[in-house]
């Protein structure tokens, strides 16, 4: 019971948001936003006081082990920042009114959902568990992109995504399927006991990670990312970044490792393929946007390149080097979504060239949006630049000496492209009367903790020396 | 913490300090860099006497050492499951680049006395900017030795991008991409190193027990090599040279030509040479020919230049092919060359630099046909300038001698591992841009300085202030001290050499 006990909290806490929803006055309903925050806390508080780092429930069907618990201490840091940058345009507080906007009682509990899904889904240890999870999580994020009712380009992003995910979905349940036929079971060792390499398998296996791909946006599956990001309200853009990455990332993580961990080596080379695609891809073109929310969609299409690579190998070592790379991604994409929402909020501006002159009319929320741009482009001594080190050094202890190359020369142009968001801050004039622009405490208060992570998870060494203390083994007891 | 550990701390604690003042205070500002460095100055000599007294019983016994000894160690783990930590310390080779680095940067705070425009930016960007320079030089893990390297790249592309003239975010651009694009190859060649050598650890004085085969060494070699020779300005891939120095404003070209370039060249010895001796002896040939067109390329086009910056940063290329001439040499002579050369043309360029923005601040031009006569009114700034253009073309009895004699003469004894006719083919053809210096010097200068007063405002500018003074004080004094005394200099670096010579000599033993 106590191996639950994070999602039952959750799953608390999103009700009573719903209850408090339907009881409260509207002027009253400014409470639950804290209130969701306060179970996401309590969840996190549990998760690293109560639960036991292994332990199985529900029949096997549920389980937990040191991988999926620092998987759901991410998702609830992941959601706790998101609902703290929503607070504020929920609620009305924005300087910039958006029309169209509000329910916030059904936004947080949708949110508070697909935290649900996500902790279930790398706990899964069965194929209906696992996919019941990954719908969990991902429904009502279809929803959450076009809660702009007024505003067309939000229900383009819901149509879009939605389409899109129920044909990935649609995948996975397939190629599943197929898992269970060749088997005869739905749970998940069961199934890697039994897999033989037939050509049935290989369909089996390349529709789920097409489907999967979907998810993390590998190229060529990733063309829904930019419309979608582009579209969604900012804050469910930065929710949408790091969580749905981190739960595509969840799920190869059970498929690979635990259902194909003999087969591993097989995959290399694709997979190495599929990160330089993918790598080069969104850096390419992200060159060229002009908007700053799409700008950020192709920057997560080429960070999920460089994240892949860390299943080359196998390498017990690409366990903890993922894991590291999705905190400091995590940390480091919601501080750069922090500073895009709060200037939204300010000043309703999405695109790039109206970044222009922050670091004169707010130079705080300016540098902290420099520091993480600098990190997810690997300049040291930044968290990003020592997660892609860790990463490269997955790739070249398997050989694949090409693709470090192409990583680091990929690392280099993006680099390129974040300096195009710098330049505009700090070395373009600012716009005639341009006043100085205000921040709430809630932004305050969470830019600074995200630019200190972003700073010190790489320094300090006590971060990934936990991670990789509690997971370095886990890949030898899958891989027998 | 150690002495060498403060050496790297007091330029980030100047930034922090610089950090705190309040913006409008400028004045303030560049007193607190300057104390900063000054301190740094004094700390620098402090290590050097301690490095002195530790070494000097060492020397003899260094002839036929085979590995490196280091000296003021300071070791703490950091990250212990993949064997990187915090790993700094001092050989003859580091103290020597540690000086140049400490009297470049304490210069260029006094050069950068009149910066009033976000001063508060620049001298946080600056003490960042050097603060990874000196980790470079002084670290001996890998992992660290990269982080620092990288960290001094990107503060460059905002000193130039802002405080910068003419085409300078293009400039900013250019060298930002180009020298990461290198520092990624120095990454791959990292990690192969690291994985290759079966030792799991970063640590540059255990991977020189490792044996790397000799395929290996075929090709991770010119990688790093290469990657760093980015920086090192090295034929084809110096084109971010010109137009980087040019554009970036003064304090950033002294200590980006002065002392940044040497990065490549301090890399190419201390990791290239010291860790994949048979890859360097496999491609020593191609990399003498490449610098040989560096040198005399360098100095062709700097004769070509009306623009006095330009004009320093091609002489530039042309001075650090022969670092990077020396090192591909391969043998003891020419190292010690090149390690001179790149403590002598750092000080020379960083003069030049200083100067050049010393003229353009009074002149507010920076191109040579439209000044002339300036002795007259600067006698000072013009006899640095003289002194700075004599020690480029190699006069002797100014360090510039000292370094192209030992890289030439090292370069014409050869080495076993290249046809003697070539390399002393290619040494002749180095030698002749000596000629070709002493015309763009002494004909740039000439037309600058001496006949008739072309412009009558210039009739009431005045000579050099006294920051002014200090700064190009210190650095002549510098390059008359090494060219008329150099065999402290030579004594100081030459037992850091012996085992990247025994190295190359003894393949089978290792």
Redesign the interface.
């Known amino acids: 019971m106590l191996v639950m006990l994070p999602e039952i909290v959750v799953i608390a806490a999103a009700f009573a948001v719903l209850l408090a929803d339907l009881l409260l006055s509207e002027r009253r309903r400014v409470i639950l936003a804290p209130l969701a925050m306060a179970g996401l806390a309590a969840a996190m508080v549990v998760t690293v006081v109560a639960v036991p780092q292994s332990g199985e429930m529900l029949g096997g069907r549920f389980g937990m082990d040191p991988v999926a618990w620092w998987f759901k201490v991410l998702f609830l840091l992941a959601a706790l920042v998101s609902v703290a940058l929503s607070m504020d345009l929920l609620d009305g507080r924005a300087r910039v009114r958006v029309r169209g906007i509000g329910h916030r009682g059904e936004y947080y509990t949708l949110l508070l959902a697909t935290v649900v899904g996500m902790m279930c889904l790398i706990s899964a240890r069965d194929i209906i568990t696992l996919y019941v999870a990954l719908e969990l999580a991902t429904i009502p994020l279809f929803v959450l992109a076009a809660w702009r009712r007024d505003d067309a380009l939000s229900g383009e992003a819901g149509l879009k995504y939605v389409i899109i995910g129920a044909l990935a979905s649609a995948f996975i349940l397939y190629g599943l399927g197929l898992m269970y036929g060749l088997t005869g079971q739905t749970d998940l060792a069961a199934i890697a006991r039994g897999l033989k390499s037939t050509s049935a398998f290989w369909l089996a296996a390349a529709m789920v990670m097409a489907g999967v791909g979907f998810k993390l946006t590998i190229v060529p599956f990733h063309m829904w990312a930019a419309d979608v990001y582009q579209g969604a309200p900012t804050p469910v853009t930065a929710y949408l970044s790091v969580a749905s990455k981190g739960a595509g990332l969840a799920f190869i993580f059970q498929l690979f490792f635990r259902v194909m961990g003999g087969y591993l080596e097989d995959w290399a080379i694709l997979v190495a393929l599929f990160a330089a695609a993918t790598m080069t891809l969104g850096n390419v073109v992200a060159i060229v946007q002009q908007n700053i929310k799409r700008f950020m969609a192709f920057s997560a299409i080429s960070q999920a390149g460089y994240l892949i690579m860390g299943f080359l190998g196998p390498s017990a070592?690409g366990v903890?080097a993922m894991l590291f790379y999705m905190l400091v991604y995590v940390v480091t994409n919601l501080a750069v979504f922090a500073g895009i929402v709060w200037y939204a909020n300010e000043t309703g501006r999405e695109e790039i060239k109206d970044y222009r002159g922050l670091s004169r009319t707010n130079p705080l929320m300016a540098l902290a949006m420099m520091v993480a741009l600098?990190s997810l482009a690997g300049?040291?001594?930044l968290s990003g630049?020592v997660g892609k080190?860790?990463l490269?050094?997955i790739a070249?202890?398997a050989g694949f000496?090409w693709l470090?190359?192409v990583a680091?020369?990929n690392?280099?142009?993006s680099?390129?492209y974040y300096?195009r968001i710098?330049?505009q801050m700090?070395?373009e004039p600012t716009f005639d009367g341009a006043a100085s622009l205000r921040v709430t405490s809630a932004f305050a208060a969470t830019t600074a903790a995200l630019a200190a992570g972003v700073l010190l998870l790489g320094v300090v060494?006590f971060f990934?020396?936990v991670i990789?203390?509690d997971t370095?083994t886990w890949l030898a007891a899958l891989v027998r | 913490m150690g002495p060498v550990s403060w050496l790297i701390a007091i330029p980030m604690l100047t930034a922090l300090a610089v950090a705190v003042v309040p913006a409008r205070r400028w004045r303030m500002i560049r007193w607190v860099a300057a104390t900063g460095m000054g301190l740094h100055l004094l700390l620098t000599a402090v290590v050097t006497v301690l490095y002195w007294q530790a070494a000097r019983g060492d020397i003899a016994s260094m002839k036929d050492a085979l590995y490196s000894k280091l000296y003021l160690v300071e070791r703490v783990a950091w990250f212990p499951s993949l064997g990187i930590q915090y790993y700094v310390g001092v050989d003859g080779i580091s103290v020597a680049m540690v000086i140049l680095t400490s009297l470049i940067i304490f210069t260029g705070v006094l050069a950068s006395w009149y910066v009033d425009v976000r001063t508060k930016e620049f001298f946080v960007l600056l003490m960042t900017l050097v603060t990874g320079v000196f980790g470079v030089f002084l670290s001996f893990d890998l992992f660290l030795f990269l982080m620092f390297y990288e960290l001094a790249v990107l503060p460059m592309y905002l000193l130039i991008g802002v405080w910068g003239t003419g085409p300078k975010e293009y400039s900013a651009m250019k060298l930002t991409l180009m020298l990461l694009v290198g520092s990624a190859f120095v990454l791959v060649g990292f990690l192969a190193l690291y994985h290759a050598s079966g030792l799991h650890t970063f640590d540059l004085m255990e991977l020189a027990h490792a044996k790397f085969s000799s395929e290996f060494q075929r090709w991770v070699f010119p990688m790093i090599f290469v990657g760093f020779g980015v920086i090192g300005a090295l034929y084809p891939l110096h084109t971010w040279s010109p137009d980087g120095h040019s554009s970036a404003p003064t304090a950033v070209s002294m200590l980006h030509a002065g002392v940044l370039m040497k990065l490549g060249g301090y890399g190419a010895l201390r990791i290239g040479v010291y860790l994949l001796p048979e890859g360097a002896q496999m491609w020593g040939v191609l990399f003498m020919v490449l610098t040989t067109v560096n040198i005399v390329y360098g100095a062709m086009g700097a004769v070509m230049q009306k623009d006095l910056k330009y004009f320093t940063a091609y002489s530039s290329v042309s001075h650090c092919g022969f670092v990077l001439f020396g090192v591909a040499a391969l043998n003891l002579m020419s190292f010690k060359g090149a390690v001179i050369q790149m403590f002598s043309h750092g000080i020379m360029t960083g003069l030049f630099f200083g100067l050049v923005g010393m003229i353009y601040g009074r002149t507010h031009t920076r191109m040579i046909p439209e000044m002339g006569g300036l002795a007259k009114v600067m006698p000072w700034l013009a006899t640095a300038f003289y002194i700075a253009g004599l020690a480029s073309l190699g006069l002797p009895g100014l360090s510039g001698f000292v370094a192209e004699t030992h890289v030439l003469l090292g370069g014409f004894f050869a080495n076993p591992w290249t046809s003697t006719v070539l390399a002393q083919v290619l040494t002749v053809i180095a030698t002749t841009s000596l000629v070709i210096t002493a015309v763009y010097v002494l004909r740039g200068l000439a037309k600058v300085f001496q006949g008739p007063i072309t412009n009558e405002h210039y009739a009431h500018l005045g000579d050099a202030t006294l920051p002014e003074k200090i700064s190009s004080g210190l650095l002549v004094a510098t390059l008359v001290v090494v060219g008329l005394v150099p065999w402290f200099f030579i004594d100081l670096i030459e037992g850091s050499l012996m085992p990247l010579v025994n190295r190359l000599h003894d393949t089978g033993a290792l």
């Open positions: 070592e903890p600098f300049i040291p001594p630049f080190f860790f490269f050094s070249s202890r000496h470090v190359a680091a020369v690392s280099t142009v680099l390129y300096l710098v330049r700090y070395i060494p990934y020396e990789s203390a370095l």
